[in-house]
């Protein structure tokens, strides 16, 4: 596996790049706000293209890429603030973890109680609460689909 790089701010580019790719695979239309000044990465529509209502949600992007103890931990605080997400700002949490090609797919509202960080265990056997979020894409409207790589299905 390649080294991964020492800025944070480039690790999270390039989670973000692996979320578009993700989420498109999944069937979903992504839009990304102008700047970095909203306390989400993304908009997600997954409704007219599917035959569904639409909805958009927010999404913030995090990436695990270190581990202490087979545990990835990920910050589930606004980064400017140091608060606790909550879905006045953001809807979901998407965690991704390269390491395991693991994503997980958390409402903002299973966070409440929560401080500012979470920690998964992708590799079995894990006793992690968030385990049950891994590969949700269908909670933002996503198709279920087994993928390939680069888009075979």
């Known amino acids: 596996m390649p080294t991964p790089p020492s800025n944070p701010k480039l690790t999270g580019e390039e989670a973000e790049c692996a979320f578009l ?7 979903l239309v992504v839009a990304k706000p102008y700047g970095d000044s909203a306390p989400y990465d993304f908009i997600v529509d997954s409704g007219p293209y599917q035959g569904k209502q639409p909805r958009l949600l927010r999404v913030q992007v995090r990436c695990a890429r270190w581990q202490s103890k087979g545990w990835y931990p990920v910050s589930a605080a606004h980064s400017d603030r140091n608060e606790p997400m909550t879905r006045e700002h953001t809807d979901f949490l998407v965690a991704f973890i390269p390491a395991h090609e693991a994503w997980y797919i958390i409402p903002v509202g299973a966070l409440k109680g929560l401080h500012t960080g979470i920690a998964f265990h992708p590799q079995p056997p894990t006793r992690s609460r968030w385990e049950r979020y891994r590969e949700a894409w269908g909670l933002l409207g996503g198709k279920e689909v087994v993928i390939g790589r680069w888009g075979q299905r």
């Open 21 to 27: 790719w993700q989420a498109i695979r999944h069937g």
